[in-house]
Nanobody
Framework: QLQLVESGGGLVQPGGSLRLSCAAS????????IGWFRQAPGKEREGVAC????????KYADSVKGRFTISRDSAKNTVYLQMNSQKPEDTAVYYC?????????????????WGQGTQVTVSS
């Protein structure tokens, strides 16, 4: 059974940092492009950061450029999202997703497999 599990969410103060993890079971992430998406109440799901299967290409939403970093750890079959200098508008449920797409447009329909999400709340 193919499964993605996110962890690392929680409450953080503005300006703080969190690192989200996306661990896979039942398949190897090396063969998949991976994306981090988020969805705030009443808003559409948006791509935050995406990385190609090789790790050679990344794409970030303008709102997180310079603050968030996506990375892969093949040995742990895990993908990370390092979030620094967080803002209240980063508050959302964060999802990781895996797909066989060769492109990295960082849009939801590129990805076939999804995790259950982890809540990130940025508040003082």
């Amino acid at each position: 059974q193919l499964q993605l599990v996110e962890s690392g969410g929680g409450l953080v103060q503005p300006g703080g940092s969190l690192r989200l993890s996306c661990a896979a079971s039942g398949f190897t992430l090396d063969y998949y492009a991976i994306g981090w998406f988020r969805q705030a109440p009443g808003k559409e799901r948006e791509g935050v950061a995406c990385i190609s299967s090789s790790g050679g290409r990344t794409k970030y939403a303008d709102s997180v450029k310079g603050r968030f970093t996506i990375s892969r750890d093949s040995a742990k079959n895990t993908v990370y999202l390092q979030m620094n200098s967080q803002k209240p508008e980063d508050t959302a449920v964060y999802y990781c997703a895996a797909g066989t797409t060769a492109q990295v447009m960082c849009v939801p329909w590129e990805y076939e497999y999804w995790g259950q999400g982890t809540q990130v709340t940025v508040s003082s």
